[in-house]
């Protein structure tokens, strides 16, 4: 190799050189300028999903600037009951979703239940074993909503774990023939649709034990119980079952088998308020979504309820945007007059 095309090679070399540090370099500005853009971009950005697995009937949610009225005044500090308000998205909720079956919907001659029930399972199909124990059954015929059996097979479950001799057994559910001849409190006596058990969140039942090897069952109000059924209503509570009707004056013994899911957190703070579900509902129609029923589990869990009247054949359901986000909502027709939402924190 001579000198000319030693430093003809040296030359390229540079220039292969400088191309390589200003690719580098653009490369870095040109990151720099993307993240920038990505970044304001975000921030313009409305939520892509704004329903989630709480809300399934749910119409596509319309999102917007804040109301002036949600807007917190400059130098406030907001009480415990009175959170910030940050971004708001809606859920839209037609007038017929007052009335869809959930766990907070009342039931009564007053409020018959005339809709579908959802998510209706079969126990005998569907219940758990754990450890060889689970839910007995007074037949293979008994339906209720899944969310719900599942409360009460961790009901039971916990029942199993303190008291190892009892076991819950399930009487009667969601009525499948159209009448109420199956159920076993003084549903019984009601035509279907005004019975709890219409749209599918309410048991009968019983404890079932061995005495001398032998099956022996007992109703929750018997007095030999008394341990185990101050141990059941108070665990139910945390689980999302309460007994709908203890706390009603006229109550019969017969009600004192009937079981009601309403969801965490509602069960907790009925029970701890000695209410209906009822006069909860109508407790929670004091609030809104700027003054919020914050309910605190034992576990620390925080949730927030409130109510939103019905606007008509369309309402527009308002929820923090963060909730909608997350998926950590409900909102639950009252059988009435409007929505319940629940959020949770
Ligand atoms: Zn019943």
Known sequence: MNSRSGRSQQIKHNYTKIYALTAALCLVVGLIVGLTVAHFVRLDETPAHTEGPGSPTSLPSETGPLPTETRTEAGTSPSTTEPPIGAISWVSKSSADIKTANPLLPVSAELPFTGMPSGVVNIYAKRETRNDRKLQLANSQISVNEEALRAFEELNFALIESYPEFELLILAGMPTDGTTGSLSCSDGNKELPASDHAAGYALDARYTTKVDDKTVSYQFSDPIV???????????????????????????????????????????????NNLTLESYLNEVKGYNINRRLQIALADGTLYEVYYVASSGDTTSVPLPTENVQNNTYTIYGNGTDGFIVTLKK
Do not use: N
Request: proline content about 2%; glycine content about 6%.
């Open 226 to 272: 008394a341990l185990q059924t101050a141990f059941l209503f108070e665990k139910g509570a945390k689980l999302g079952i309460i007994q709908s009707r203890v706390h009603v004056e006229e109550r019969t013994s017969s009600d004192l088998r009937h079981l009601r899911y309403v969801g965490i957190p509602h069960a907790s703070y009925i029970y701890q």
